[in-house]
Nanobody, 125 residues
Framework: QVHLVESGGGLVQAGGSLRVSCTYS????????LGWFRQVSTNEREFVAAIKWSGGNTYYADSVKGRFTISRDNAKNTVYLQMNSLKPEDTAVYYC??????????????????WGQGTQVTVSS
């Protein structure tokens, strides 16, 4: 079993910064990708960023490139999403997810196997 726990969400003004974290525990895998997705109300979950646990390859949605940075700390089993220059349209519940294997796209939420409970990020104008 795998557990993902997000933290660090909150309220920030437009133009500000926020960092959310995701701590991974449980079974380990040789090929694992961790991703961040966000969801507004009942809309479909939108890909934000992803990182391969081994190698550290990163992927970003066009909407966040240059503003958000995903990183990992292997020793802490934690993935971070540093969000800068936040905009009101970044407001959403942010979910951390884990995908076993590298065979499928890291941008497709349907390919992820495990999910955290989500953390709210609100950007005020």
């Amino acid at each position: 079993q795998v557990h993902l726990v997000e933290s660090g969400g909150g309220l920030v003004q437009a133009g500000g910064s926020l960092r959310v974290s995701c701590t991974y525990s449980g079974r380990t895998f040789s090929s694992l990708a961790l991703g961040w997705f966000r969801q507004v109300s009942t809309n479909e979950r939108e890909f934000v960023a992803a990182i391969k646990w081994s190698g550290g390859n990163t992927y970003y949605a066009d909407s966040v490139k240059g503003r958000f940075t995903i990183s990992r700390d292997n020793a802490k089993n934690t993935v971070y999403l540093q969000m800068n220059s936040l905009k009101p349209e970044d407001t959403a519940v942010y979910y951390c997810a884990a995908k076993v294997g590298y065979g499928s796209s890291p941008t497709n939420h349907a390919r992820y196997d495990y999910w955290g409970q989500g953390t709210q990020v609100t950007v005020s104008s």
